[in-house]
């Protein structure tokens, strides 16, 4: 079974930093690309960032280029998501999503982590 | 990396049939066949439901089917049960190697 569970959100202040964890079983970790995608409270979906399997290519939504840097380890079966310069705009549930790159969706979601940044 | 355009709301009454429109531009929508569609109730994580324009994954019931027509694609649920209440939201890839989401739309079942 597919499981992606995230770890690491919280209250941080503006201008703090926070490192987002996604921990991957059930699936050939190395063989797939990885996103993130964040919703605000009462929001739609967001797309940040994506990872492919090899950490060769790497997007950013323009909302978090130059502060946020995804990676990966593929031999933890651990991706990453460090978020730096916070700002209130970036409070949000982070979602980590498996990409399916044949049609280029997102076919397994983890539960969220809970990022607020207020001071 | 504008967001893709949905209605905010639509609503049906069981056994009704419901559609949902989602328009980009042709940077997105319109240049691929990789729509996607997600479910999401509240406090759950989104749901794929449909896949490249139309195909639906393994256990998503065939009352859902998706199309597209130039820069729009659309998400058809027939036969409107209970359980499909839920926020909607559609994706595209982008010619930038990105992904954009629509707005969302909730669909209430009457």
Redesign the interface.
Known sequence: EVQLVESGGGLVKPGGSLRLSCAASGFTFSSYSM?W?RQAPGK????VS?ISSSSS?I?Y???VKGRFTISRDNAKNSLYLQMNSLRAEDTAVY?CARA?WE?????Y????TLVTVSS | QSALTQPASVSGSPGQSITISCTGTSSDVGGYNYVSWYQQHPGKAPKLMIYEVSNRPSGVSNRFSGSKSGNTASLTISGLQAEDEADYYCSSYTSSSTWVFGGGTKLTVL
């Open positions: 996103n995608v739609g979906l967001e797309w994506s290519y997007y939504a323009d909302s979602y399916n049609s280029r969706s997102f076919d979601w983890g539960q969220g």
